[in-house]
């Protein structure tokens, strides 16, 4: 069985949408559900629900934390589907397809993420220059990477063929990869860093050793630490309108204040 | 400054979870994660309150590091909304630490609820359907998934009512207030550190039977050192002169790809 | 061997006395020792020391915390105590009995601390009534509702016999005994909620959530939780006496206080 | 208002030990666990010390929720009545926070000790001798308990002592030893809430070879969630009109049954 | 009072760190450690900045406990000097303060740099050159501990310029300083107890198959309960009439044989 | 082969200068170095080596912290390496031999350890009689104390002969060397209770619970305990120096000071 362009079309298409529907409003963000619309577009619902169902499995209860990349299944859901209906080999064939290109799919992933951060620059430029519209554009133009990170290599897999993959896996050299995942990971410093310079933090720095402390050495999770900050937040609270009544009282009731200074001992609550 | 004529409705308010639903993760990059999201997302609202130099100023607070699980961060506009319809930029720091104090748990929470139970229910339940070629597990989830859409509408709202809440019982005490969230927020970012900045150094010395594991000597210095001296770096060097972000963002990355090729570094 | 009326009389007695000697003075409170006092009045103290010294290796160490039920082996040595003498089957055959009439005492113990709160609603509305003997009569009356929990059930199996224990066993359904015991877990969050209702917690919330991060997250126990608290408790202690004295100074000798102001540096302990 | 007239003697110190020795547990009940006890054990010295109005608050003080271990508890009440002979009603709140922050730790030391380290000697040796049926094992731990029971009555008076010490010591200051009083007293109920509740969602999701322990999942948010959101369920429907301690035992006690068979806690 | 004509040359700060090289651990004792050495090392200065009772109570503030990694100790050494040459001896109590909060931290790193790493590397590098007969991995730890000798020279430096930069900023704040140094160096003090002290109770409770180990008790009241109690006590003899630290330093030797002797306490 | 009396003096030297070299410049710190200068002063470089090389092996890493007294095996280099070359029978022999001398050693360390408490002593007093310079001197005197507890044995171990080690070990009671260990561990208590009576402890009392608590309960290690100290420390500074300014201002500048707190919200870093 060979492959019709509009089924090409359709499926680049939906690779495209798979992404931006898990990044926005994520009705069909699953494997599961991908590998069944594939498996609509071309004409076999049943292997499709099975492809999907199999992958879906095996991420069950993984997701994206904090911007880590992940196997994307999804795609992969899409191209295992398609080769499993055009070779004829079934499901187990369609897994094993799957799995490399959901792994391709971690190194464009990546690459994604890092694309966007020249968009990132360019809102922070047009910020500099009061230039809200521009800026507010470069916040959407991640759609494009996003999306044709996954679109390009699964219409490429469609069109040439299979050992396109395994090519393309072969001439990356495992240096840049690890490199790129390794820069991934340490990118956030200068969101974080930028951060710190924006917030006051020198006054506020017995905190920042507080919050790693916890999470450091404690290993409390996040939730935990924000508890503990918002309790530390309060008492500064407290303190702070304290100190602005008693300067208030000080100027405007000398003598009440020191009345009751005197009195001492009632308790108010 | 805020102009008092012009109170946010409902219509606002859905405005603003609209573009969040569609903006939040779009431009998600490795410097600033969510910020464009973020700042698209209260962008209408900056230009009706601000102008010029204010707006500038305001915006430049809104495109800061973000990072939150994209179904629940919503709440954290909403109180923004809120603070800002009654302070104007006069919150500049409010918001900049409650943004920070609050995208933490935020995160844990959602990414524990939408990542981590909800597909793992409809994920099993549709994955035993389909493999027997019964596609209802897979509607089902779709089904759940229109719910949960609806559902995240109502984070923002919950956030605007608390915001208005604070706000109103604080007034006169903004000052306080802002301290106070800044602290909050301080305090989040000290616990980011050792998070999100997931490194390793991979290194181990051999001789004969004698291995010395660099990291876990690392660890008995300090946990998290790595994470911890490259943030000092970075900061430090964003003080220099001529170093701007987009220089540091280069440098972070060729470091990486560097660091990692001589097996100083690992993920 | 058969039981005569005067020893079911003084059996039921020691039951009664037992659970409350554990409430109160502590001299017989463990199996050992009752089992030994059954033996004096069953006439074979070799026999009740031997089911007493047994029971007791079985709870060594346990103890009831926070008010939970522990199985009541101490109730258990008495019933097991006098089946053994009369059945003439000897230690093994008590213990076999011991151990069930053990486990049926958690649901009765459970129901006794139950039943007191009924007490404690009649002190709260007598205190609020300002009839503060009636309220101490109802601080007393836990007597009979804890000694009668063990007693009754004594008296009705050396009477009645063995089997009614399995009817009863039988009859109760496993969803309320469970359920009484979720209860009896949850129960003190109303006394723990009144309190907080009580003190000016709103005031010191921020404390409320550092011993329970202390407690949740990083598993202090209670000693170290008291041991921060103290300290905190104590830096706010200093840090109002020092704000006392300020406002003292400040009203009585402006001009000195500003001298020491600018002298500066004169440490003092 | 206190009357100095009426300084406590050995005796009355006696009679506070011999009423906490009867009464401390008798009527210890889920809610409010040992406040009989120590209502029961104070009543005298209130009585003498107050009139009307201020004797109703100060028994609602003194009937709060109360729980310590029986033996070493005293050492409170010692405290409690060397800081009211001073000091009145206008202790209170001092009261209130020091009962609340002292109960924990004593009902620690004292289990420790009296319910763990001497039952386990004296039954050990004991067991083994009545084993061979010789009753001296049996006999010799009554004599040590007579000992313990000897000991009790020591902990009040050194309460006492501490409690007339502190109190001396801080001599208008009692404003600032009632808010750290207070202070420790809700650091410590911070730390009950999840150690005297000790409840489990047991619901464990099933499907092929997924297995999703529904506590896992909540202590992943927080530990100790089920506790905390129960406390202020309770706490918040108390602040509600007609709502009456009484009605939320029934409340609770149902809750707890229910929810037992629904599976969704157990004990 | 401090004499500003002396400024501390270069040849001082030498003179320093030789002193230090030499005399650190030469008396080290049981019961104040390193305090000989420190007090040995700062002595040239205090003679030049101090007369008589200035000059006693300054070398008896320099005479306290101490301990710290001898390589990488002299940082505090160098602050010290930068402090007092400025503030003479109104610092006082920074110094026994910021010496008392810095040695922990510093024993930890050095002790795991000069103590852990570079032996464990030169160590076997040199063992397997040696069992083949080669002394050459002999000789190349002796050129990195020369390296390292020369290392060592440079934190005293680094301290003293630290401490300038520190004394500087604060000027007029010496009572704040001051303050937070004993702050942090009582803090270090009270984690310094467990650590320093360790001690263990054998005692092993057996009766049948029950066994009932005494630290696990202890352990369940309070970690290092032993600890806290032995400097409870020490502490409070030492505040008696007649007491002084020789016959303390007595006391102990022979209460640790003696404790040793009836298996109550083991190292 | 016999041992020549330069020899001797030499080796004993050696002892005495290789824990001098430790305490102070720390160039041949190691049982290697010392292992091939000894073969040196023996004229066999080799065996020296070797025997150095393999009691390096068993200390890798071990090293003291806290004044812990470790076995020596640098003293017990030299006594295996001489052993080695006059009895011809080995590298093996050699190590045998120097084990249980640097065993030996730990306690001749506790020793050293001890007697510097007299120069402790000495140097307290002359402190307080403002004699600096006999002071000074006894801050040096440990060089003989620490020499001598190398240098004698391995003196005694070259004249005498191997068996007088056994002996010794043999006439020490375990009760008196297990009691010294605890002595060992204990004493530092009663440098810390000076320096806690020398301290203003009483004011930070709180923080000395803050520090047990951290390292005790929350197992951190002293460099966390000190981050936390430090931003405690930063804290309570900020707080004291506000403290100064607000007393300045409210003497100086008083009605500005409270237009600023009726401005109210302007914020500034
Ligand atoms: O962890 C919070 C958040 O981080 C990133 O933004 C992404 O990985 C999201 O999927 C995740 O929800
Ligand atoms: O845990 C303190 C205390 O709690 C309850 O009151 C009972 O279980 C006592 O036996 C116990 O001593
Ligand atoms: O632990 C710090 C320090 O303690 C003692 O002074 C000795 O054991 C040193 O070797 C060590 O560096």
């Keep these: 069985m060979t492959i019709q362009w509009w089924q090409i079309l359709l499926l680049t298409c939906l690779a495209f949408w798979a992404i931006i529907d898990q990044l926005t409003v994520s009705i069909v963000n699953n494997p599961l559900a991908i590998g069944m619309i594939s498996g609509i577009i071309m004409g076999d619902i049943t292997t499709g629900l099975a492809v999907g169902a199999t992958l879906q499995l095996m991420v069950l209860g993984v997701s994206t934390y904090g911007g880590a990349s992940m196997p994307d299944f999804i795609t992969g859901a899409i191209v295992g589907k398609v080769y499993a209906v055009i070779s004829g080999k079934g499901v187990q064939f369609a897994i094993g397809l799957a799995v490399p290109v959901g792994l391709l799919m971690v190194q464009l992933d990546v690459l994604a993420r890092f694309a966007n951060t020249i968009f990132q620059h360019r809102i922070d430029t047009f910020i500099k220059e009061n230039k809200p519209n521009a800026a507010a554009r470069n916040a959407l133009w991640g759609t494009f990477t996003w999306g044709f990170s996954r679109a390009i290599p699964v219409f490429i897999l469609l069109v040439v063929g299979n050992d396109v993959v395994k090519a393309i896996l072969r001439i990356i050299p495992a240096w840049l990869t690890d490199g790129l995942k390794v820069s991934g990971h340490i990118l956030p410093i200068v969101g974080i860093a930028i951060l710190l310079r924006y917030l006051p933090t020198k006054r506020f720095i017995s905190y920042l050793a507080i919050g790693f402390i916890a999470a450091a050495y404690l290993k409390m999770p996040m939730l935990g630490v924000a508890l503990l900050g918002a309790a530390l937040a309060y008492l500064h609270y407290t303190r702070e309108v304290e100190k602005l009544n008693t300067k208030q009282n000080s100027s405007e009731k000398v003598t009440e204040s020191e009345e009751y200074t005197n009195e001492e001992g009632e308790y108010e609550n | ?267």
């Design chain 2, 1 to 267: 400054m805020k102009t008092n004529s012009n109170k946010l409705t409902k219509k606002d308010l859905f405005r603003a979870n609209w573009r969040w639903l569609w903006a939040s993760q779009l431009s998600w990059n490795y410097e600033k994660m969510m910020a464009p999201g973020y700042f698209y997302t209260v962008l209408p609202f900056l230009k009706r309150w601000y102008k010029d130099e204010e707006l500038v100023e305001m915006m430049q607070m809104q495109s800061q590091f973000f990072n939150v699980n994209a179904f629940d961060g919503n709440f954290i506009i909403g109180m923004d909304l809120a603070i800002e319809e009654k302070q104007g930029s006069k919150a500049k720091e409010t918001i900049a630490g409650l943004k920070t104090g609050l995208m933490g748990p935020l995160a844990g929470v959602g990414d524990t609820i939408f990542g981590a139970i909800i597909p793992t229910i409809c994920g099993s339940i549709g994955a035993y359907m389909g493999l027997r070629g019964n596609p209802f597990g897979a509607f089902l989830w779709i089904i759940v998934n229109l719910i949960v859409l609806f559902t995240r509408f109502g984070f923002l709202n919950l956030g605007y009512s608390q915001g208005a809440k604070l706000i109103d019982s604080a007034s006169g005490k903004l000052n306080a207030i802002t301290d106070s969230a800044i602290l909050l927020g301080v305090t989040v970012v000290g616990a980011l550190i050792p998070t999100v900045v997931n490194v390793k150094v991979p290194f181990v010395y051999r001789a004969g039977k004698v291995t010395l594991k660099m990291q876990t000597i690392l660890n008995q210095i300090m946990p998290s050192l790595v994470p911890v001296l490259l943030v000092a770096l970075v900061y430090w060097l964003l003080g220099k002169k001529h170093v701007t972000s987009t220089k540091m963002i280069w440098f972070v990355l060729i470091l990486g790809i560097v660091l990692s090729y001589f097996h100083i570094l690992s993920a």
